[in-house]
């Protein structure tokens, strides 16, 4: 498909145990991003990446949270000893980003996390 | 960081009607998009518009950065409407982007 995806859609998982996401963005989108969006609000940002550098990791609550991007097209967000306050549904986007032309955010569907 | 305050919170239209959403925001961006959620959680991207006026089919959106506003024109709105539309800017020279708390639309048959 032509889309950012996602997998998996829907994860569950027991506090105290680690978790993967990924994404794999368009292709020929140089920038990835990682999203988080609780139920009632908007999006919010976690990291961003320009390739298979994170250019910016401001918005990771904690150490907790890590992610990659390799080979710069597919990435992973891990979670380790998750708690229930980071269910969320977690959302990647990606854009084409040359200096300061921006293409618009595209999204994937998401990964519903819930933590019990 | 930079706010941004989306109205009204909540708006409920007939079939038909047309309606205007507002974006207001704290600082001068060089990034704004408004995006749509649907029912389904999808997040679909409406309008890239630092500034200036664009137009997709009945959505159209015009930005006045000095004035630091957004606004999203719906017309002859559809039930496939519904959903809740963001706002999203940023500061950055990339994508970086600080979402409003959004504006949920019902339309009704």
């Known amino acids: 498909g032509a889309g950012v995806s996602q997998t998996p859609s829907n994860k569950v998982t027991e506090k105290g145990k680690y978790v993967e996401l990924r994404c794999d963005p368009i292709?020929?989108?140089?920038?990835l991003y990682w999203y988080r969006q609780s139920l009632g609000q908007g999006p919010e940002f976690l990291i961003y990446f320009q390739g298979t550098g994170a250019a910016d990791d401001s918005g990771l609550p904690n150490d907790r949270f890590f992610a990659v991007r390799p080979e710069g097209s597919v990435s992973t967000l891990k979670i380790q000893r998750t708690e229930r306050g980071d269910s969320a549904v977690y959302l990647c986007a990606s854009s084409y980003q040359s200096g300061a032309y921006n293409s618009p955010l595209h999204f994937g569907n998401g990964t519903r996390l819930t933590v019990t | 960081g930079i706010q941004v305050e989306q109205s009204p919170p909540d708006l409920i239209l007939q079939e038909g009607a047309n309606s205007t959403l507002r974006c207001n925001f704290s600082?001068?961006?060089?990034?704004l998009q408004w995006f749509h959620q649907n029912p389904w959680g999808q997040l679909i991207n409406l309008f890239y518009?630092?500034?200036g006026t664009k137009q997709n089919g009945r959505l159209s959106a015009t930005t006045v950065a000095t004035e630091r506003y957004s606004l999203l024109y719906i017309s002859s709105s559809q039930t496939t409407d519904s959903g809740v539309y963001f706002c999203a800017v940023g500061t950055d020279s990339w994508g970086k982007l600080q979402f409003g708390a959004g504006t949920q639309v019902v339309v009704t048959p």
């Open positions: 518009i630092p500034s």
């Open positions: 292709s020929g989108h140089t920038a």
């Open positions: 600082d001068s961006v060089n990034n």
